[in-house]
Each structure stands twice: as C-alpha cells, then as structure tokens.
C-alpha cells in the first residue's frame, strides 16, 4: 500500500527529530503486516496433519489474511483520519496479538480462518495503513527515505522470523508457537505508542473555535456520515474504469498477484520434498528475504534515471516476465545449491515488481488521481489474492507434487507481463494518435476562430473608410451638385 499524501495545511513537517523514532515504529508494525502472512506457511504442514486438512485447505490461511489486510485499507483510512495513527496502530496490535492467541486453541481449519485470516488480517490492515499516514505528516523532503526505512521492515522480518519461526515449530509445536508470535505482536502496540500525533496550530480565533465546537454536537451525525461518504467515493472511484491505461494495468497486476504469494507460502514444503532439512529449508525464506531488502531501494535508484524513466512501464513488465520466468524454472532445481539460486532470483525479481508497482500506478494517475486509484486497486486486488494460494494447494493435492503449483503460477506471471507489454505499446501508439487528432482539431478551431474575427473586424474596417474611398470602391460615384453635371473645368 502507498503513503497517504501529506497534510494540505500550512504546517510544514520537520522532516526529523521525532519522527526517526516514528520511523523505527512503523518498520516493526510493516514488518509485522507483510511478514507475517508469508512465515506462517511454515506451520502449515504440521496444522494439515493434526487437523486432517489438505494443502489447499491449509492455503485458505494466508490468502484470507492478505485479502483482508489489503480490503480493509479503506476503512482503516476512515479510522485514522478520525481518530490518529497512533491507537488504530495499538488497536491493530491488540487485534493481532489476540488473533493468534486465539487460534492456538483451534480444532478446525475454519476456526483458524476466523481467527488468523479475518481478525489477524483486519488487526494487520489497522497496522500498514496506520503507520504510513503518521510519515507523511512528519516527513516531506525527507519522505522517500524515511517510507524506504519503514518499508524495509518486511524483508526484514520475513529473513529473521523464517527460522525463528522453525525453531518455535520444533519446541513448541505450532500451538505454542502461535502463543508465542501473539505476544511478540504486542509489539505493535509499543510501535504504536511511538507514533506521537503532530501538533499543528491552530489559526482560528477563539470566538471562531467556540462557535464550532458549539455546533458540533448538533451535526456530529451529519458530519460523521458525510466523511464516510467522502472516503468510500476516494476509494472506490469507478470512472477510472473508463480510463485504458487503468485497466491495462490492473489486468496485469492482479494476474501478478493470482501467482505472488503461492510460491513464498509453499517454497519450504516444496524443499522438503526433495530431500532439504527443515532448518535449511526455512533459510531459504530468509535468502529471499535479504535479497529482497537490497533490490527494492537499487531498483527505485534505476527507475529514477533518465534513461529509465520514461519507459518505466516497460521496466515493470520486464520485472513481472523476470518474476515469471523464475517460477517456471523452479521444477528444475531439485538440490539445495539450486534452490538458494531461484531463492536468490526470486527476491531480486520480487522485490523490483514491488519497487515499481505502485510507481508505475502513479505515472499512469498522476499525483492527484493517485489516491483514488490506489485505493480501488488494492480493493481488487483482493481477489486473485484470495484465490491463488487455495488454486495452487489444489494442484497439490490433485497431483501430489508441488511443481505444478510453479507452473501455474510463473504461466500466469509471464503472461500478465507480456499482457502488460504489448498492451502498453497500444495504449502509447493510441495516446499518441489522440494527442496528434487533438491537436489538429484545436488547429483548426483556432483557424475557424481567426476567420471569424476576420469577418466581424471586415464591416468594422469599411465603416470605418473615408467616403470618396467609400464611393470607389463601391464602383459608383454621386456628384453632391447635379446641376454642375455638365459644367467643364
């Protein structure tokens, strides 16, 4: 998810001093919120033995997590605009803390899906949304460094909770493991207590400040409901619909989506099968996560230069085909030489989807649109995030191997990134007819324009002539004395 755009109010940020400290507070909530889905795949097999579930049904987990976390962005936008970043991020925490909690105590797979997926993922969406408003009001200049710091939480955490994660499965069991990642997201709640709301000053008189909180109580309701209105119609602006390049992208993106995460959750089972430890297995986890870290900020550094710039959809189609590609080849390293190899190409080829992704979103929308659109995305996102990992669980349990699974998904991939290739060679030769139609036809008008002005300046200039001129030009010429008619010189 993007940043939400800064206040429009005369307060500039100080672009430091506290807000380093509200930067350490939303890596560890971010890292949380986009790890957290991903390293739970580690307990999965053990949840699928003791509660007799398939790998599909098992998958529903984390695509219920995810779904909710990017679905519920909308709302924890209305709660933090109303109530500050700092108890939605607390409320997030407390949410996820008790999530886990809860489904440590579990005897079916829909329970977990209660628990983890719809409570864990919503606690999860307070958290992302929460701590990348709190930024944006205390960074500007600054602001692409402190959201690269912040956003730098998820590889991070991802790298160093895989083992942590398979050291508590070996102890603990997946029960007391649960126990134990639900007191270690409390942790959020000390995040959020670090977000200290920014005080800005207030430039209303007192008699104007009486005056409105006089009338407050009797339009509260009003007001109330008046802003929920405005921020449904924020983000779910259904007239970006009509825009081509708009669909272009979202077709491509949710093909990328569909096929993202299935890999990541199924990476260690699929290792395992062919003969890896269990530790070992978990590192690679940790592999992806690392080169992940380093690739999102060295490819914002490449899009950013003039020769890439202005290609910079082309650049994220070439990321999606890597990314693709990287999965169909998957099927094909059977040792652990090879699979820290596709570990390695996988984080480099994530982590430049997700350098550009919302960038690429917002070349298209422009700064003001963008938002909106941003919003209506990750809304339909939701989708083909729900249903790829349970799809590609499904082709596990239907033919008893995990590289189908590779297939399925880098087939997607690669086609959503060659869709977005050719597709954007279209919309660029489209757009560049329209611009040369559109500037003919103000061409035009602009001619059309100077001849009626010419024509209605024309009597003015007559009018305007001396009247022997007058009479020659007309061709006819009247002696003011008749009777002189026949008079010579």
Known sequence: MSPAPADDSDHKPRDGGWGWVVVFGAHISIGFAYSTPKVLSIFFGEIQEQLGSSSSEV?????IMLAAMYGGGPVSSVLVGRFGSRPVTMLGGVMCAVSMVTASFGNSIVFLYLCIGIIGGCGLALNLNASLTIISKYFLAKRPLANGLAMAGSPVFQSVMAPVNQYLLDVFGWRGSLLIIGGLMLNCCVAGALMRPVTVPCKLSSSASQTKVDEQPNNSKTTLKESCMMNLKKFLDFSFFKDRGFVIYLTGNMLFIFGAYSPIMFLQAYAISQGVDEYSAAYLLSIMGLVDMFFRPGTGLVANSKWVRPRIQYFFSFAMIFNGTCHLLCPLMNNYSFLVVYAVLYGMSFGMVFALIFECLMDLMGNERFPRAVG?????????????????????????DYKYLFIMCGSVILLGGLFLFIMNIYNYHMLKREETAKGKEQNQKTTENQDQVEMKQAPEVEMGQTEPEAKHKNGTQRDPCPENAGTPN
Do not use: H, K, R, Y
């Open 376 to 400: 209506l995305v990750t809304i339909m996102e939701c989708f083909p995030m729900l249903v790829g990992p349970p799809a590609a669980g499904l082709l596990v349990d239907i033919f008893g």
């Open 59 to 63: 998958a529903w987990i984390s695509s």
